[in-house]
Nanobody, 114 residues
Framework: QVHFVESGGGLVQPGGSLRLSCAAS????????MGWYRQAPGKQRELVAT???????NYADSVKGRFTISRDNGKNTVYLQMNSLKPEDTAVYYC????????WGQGTQVTVSS
């Protein structure tokens, strides 16, 4: 079983920035991908960004150029730097780890509003 500690969500004005972090622990073995997904009210959960064990990243088109994902393998931690936030970025953001079995964090709320 994998355990997550997510932090960094909150309320921010449009154009502002937030940094999410997610530390994973437990049954983490071998090569794995970490990432962030989000789910807005009434919508399906969608990919935001992922980074694999070699540091190769993948972003949703809607966040390219604004969000940056990174990871610290020594700490089993993934980060999401979110800049130029828009109201449509408002959602619950979920940390994700895939080492052959997908595991999800509990989610952290991000609200972009004036």
């Amino acid at each position: 079983q994998v355990h997550f500690v997510e932090s960094g969500g909150g309320l921010v004005q449009p154009g502002g920035s937030l940094r999410l972090s997610c530390a994973a622990s437990g049954r983490i073995f071998g090569i794995y991908t970490m990432g962030w997904y989000r789910q807005a009210p009434g919508k399906q959960r969608e990919l935001v960004a992922t980074v694999n064990s070699r540091g190769i990243t993948n972003y949703a088109d809607s966040v390219k150029g604004r969000f940056t994902i990174s990871r610290d393998n020594g700490k089993n931690t993934v980060y999401l730097q979110m800049n130029s936030l828009k109201p449509e970025d408002t959602a619950v953001y979920y940390c994700y780890l895939d080492n052959g079995i997908g595991s999800w964090g509990q989610g952290t709320q991000v609200t972009v509003s004036s």
